[in-house]
């Protein structure tokens, strides 16, 4: 098998690879960034949190109308927002950590949506809404995904400089008072929005046990390449699409299911940037190189 065969033919072969093709790019512009201030924001395991937090509206939807996109991906939203902010309050009123509300919120969502799918549904369900499967997804699903990346760009671009703001000062918005602490508060908020409407989006392909991965492992993964957020956000979207490639492809040839497959090629580029990255990396603290002479 030639390198052409390997990794160019199955999308010129097959249209669901050509959407699946498409739903990992869409899902890369969308969750590269957003990944990327969640890890300057060290609030990694929220996106994790918040992914499971998907699943109790999204098997909600699923009893109202099966497996229908829009009445899962409306679900899971609500639910994963009704987390954020449940989670978010309970720190402000008890002496709770926020990560520890979280933690307490997403096990009780994880729980309850896998009970809820399986008294309907069967494991194929069940299966079908924990992993994904993003070789099945149809035009509707691949809109939605790419309007959900178009929308993610756009308030990223309008809000920019108060949520990198955020992400290095968490307070300053909201201690300095006016217009600006409700600005900052709005910030926060709508930041929670695009995690949510992000991991939704990559629940659709991925499932919500996956989706997560291909939002922070780039992030992650990214640090290791770059410093500026300009290059970090753009590095974590080219690492995301190159796993999506090459978990698409493995899943391909090798017959292995589509969203782990993703996730793990997205792993493997994690651990290649651990250890052979420019910035930080294993290779640059064991291996440092020479400092120019005086």
Do not use: K
């Amino acid at each position: 098998m030639t390198l052409y065969e390997f990794a160019v033919d199955p999308f010129l072969e097959f249209a669901f690879m050509r959407r699946a093709l498409a739903a990992c790019l869409a899902l890369s512009l969308g969750c590269g960034p957003v990944g990327v201030l969640l890890v300057l924001r060290r609030m990694s395991l929220m996106g994790d949190a918040l992914s499971h937090a998907v699943l109790p509206g999204a098997a909600i939807g699923f009893l109202a109308a099966g497996l229908s996109l829009w009445a899962m991906g409306i679900g899971g939203f609500l639910a994963g927002l009704a987390v954020a902010l449940l989670a978010g309050l309970v720190s402000r009123v008890t002496a709770l950590r926020e990560d520890a509300s979280f933690a307490a919120f997403y096990l009780i969502s994880l729980a309850g949506g896998v009970l809820i799918v399986s008294l309907r549904g069967s494991n194929v369900d069940l299966m079908h809404v924990l992993f994904g499967t993003i070789l099945a997804v149809d035009d509707d699903g691949l809109l939605l995904v790419a309007g959900i990346a178009t929308v993610t760009l756009l308030v990223l671009a309008l809000l920019y400089r108060p949520l990198v703001v955020e992400c290095f000062d968490p307070g300053f918005l909201r201690a300095v008072g006016g217009s600006r602490g409700r600005l900052g508060a709005l910030c926060h908020l709508v930041f929670l929005v695009l995690v949510v409407l992000n991991l939704v989006g990559g629940f659709q392909a991925l499932g919500t046990l996956m989706a997560v991965g291909l939002m922070m492992l780039p992030a992650a993964s990214a640090r290791f390449w770059a410093e500026g957020i300009a290059t970090l956000a753009l590095t974590a979207m080219a690492l995301a699409f190159a796993s999506g490639i090459g978990g698409l492809l493995l899943s391909f040839h090798l017959n292995l299911p589509s969203g782990p497959s993703i996730v793990l090629a997205a792993g493997a580029a994690y651990l290649l940037s651990l250890a052979l990255g420019p910035v930080g990396s294993l290779r640059t603290r064991w291996f440092p190189g020479r400092h120019p002479a005086a």
